[in-house]
């Protein structure tokens, strides 16, 4: 029998994609061991400080997903070893030192800086908690031509300077600002009047506590926005400029939840003029009553509500929407509110939807799930 060369070998091996099988052919021999590398799309980097040693082995990855501590020399070594890196995911759950300057190179700006100029076809970058400040955003933005998701999420050092740069960006759909609470009304400008407003689907700018009612006006003008989340977004956030979310056709899914200074004028009108709408979060929202509960009543797209800690929702609003919708199929209640529904309703509705009974102390964000990220085929070192 002959030996396979390295193409057939590539081929074969190419219709392997479970980890641990990829693992075992690396270990047949140093030809396999070789081929394997070369062949992994993917890795997920686990002990980052023998990234220098492992990854030239790995020269044809397209993405990759590295959690831990990462340094400026370490993404400077993807840049250089993996040029057609296509997904970068750094999301990490630890919060990151945040006194950096946002307009140096300090963090992990230089990195991002070698990433943008080395690595041109980079289509999603994910980047939450991790110390970037508007220097690497604008690097990114200035070469990442083909961007489509941005998750800057808990970036603290993010400001309208960054979103001026965002702005620009003619192919993103996705964008995660959550926590960016340096981000202003002339930040959401950029956005609204920029490329983004013709391709943008998902914007999460929650707890972004200087956007106010002028910011949020301009949203309407991202048609074709299907998920919004406006969590948190503070006080300076009222009727005046959530009644004009309205205004957005193709919304699909929207996060409301804590903006304390909305009541049944919002409701009435997303209710009215959003018909594609499937999932609503209205947790903490204390001026809701049942007369906005009720004008979903006859929606035919809604699927999910959620009215945790609304005090003004009662049991008899909430058993009208269950009974009368015909789309409703999943409602999560504040647990105090169990104690005055009687069994007997509790059992009627829940013939037609999920009733979720929680309370603030063990609700799991829900609605806002930030699904930017990958699952990274095999592979890790």
Not at 191 to 203: C, E, F, I, Q, V
């Amino acid at each position: 029998m002959e030996k396979l060369g390295d193409d057939e070998l590539g081929s074969i091996i190419n219709w392997v994609h479970d980890s641990n099988d990829r693992k075992l052919i690396s270990q047949v021999c140093k030809q396999w061991f070789r081929v394997e590398g070369r062949t992994r799309l993917s890795i997920r980097v686990l002990e980052p400080e023998f990234l220098h040693n492992f990854l030239p082995r790995f020269p044809n990855l397209v993405s990759i997903e590295a959690s831990g501590e990462i340094s400026n020399a370490h993404l400077e070594c993807v840049a250089q070893t993996c040029p057609n890196i296509e997904v970068l995911n750094l999301n990490t759950r630890k919060m990151q030192d945040d006194s950096d300057d946002s307009d140096d190179l300090s963090g992990l700006n230089g990195g991002i800086q070698a990433i943008a100029n080395w690595c041109r076809n980079l289509r999603k970058v994910y980047l939450r908690r991790r110390r970037i400040g508007n220097f690497g955003v604008v690097s990114l933005l200035k070469f990442g031509k083909n961007l489509t998701e941005l998750d800057l999420g808990r970036c603290s050092g993010i400001t309208d300077q960054a979103l001026e740069s965002i702005g620009s960006a003619n192919s993103l759909r996705v964008l995660n600002l959550r926590g960016c609470w340096m981000i202003t009304d002339s930040g959401m400008a950029m956005l609204a009047n920029g490329s983004p407003a013709r391709t943008l689907k998902k914007l999460i700018i929650a707890e972004c506590e200087r956007i106010t009612d002028n910011g949020i006006s301009l949203l309407r003008q991202i048609s074709c926005l299907e998920e919004l989340n406006l969590a948190e977004c503070g006080p300076a956030v009222t009727d005046t400029g959530a009644v004009t979310l309205a205004g957005i056709p193709n919304l699909k899914r929207l996060n409301l939840s804590w903006l304390v200074n909305i009541s049944d004028v919002t409701l009435t009108a997303i209710a009215e003029h959003c018909r594609k709408l499937m999932a609503l979060d209205l947790t903490g929202c204390e001026f809701i009553t049942g007369e906005g509960i009720r004008g979903f009543v006859d929606h035919e797209s809604l699927e999910e509500l959620v009215l945790v800690s609304c005090v003004n929702v009662l049991q008899s609003d909430v058993e009208m929407l269950v009974l009368g919708s015909q789309s409703l199929k999943y409602v999560k209640l504040d647990k105090r509110l169990r104690m005055w529904m009687p069994t007997a309703t509790q059992e009627n509705a829940s013939r037609f939807c999920t009733l979720d009974w929680m309370t603030i102390g063990d609700q799991i964000p829900g609605l806002e799930q930030v699904t930017i990220g990958e699952q990274t085929q095999g592979g890790t070192k």
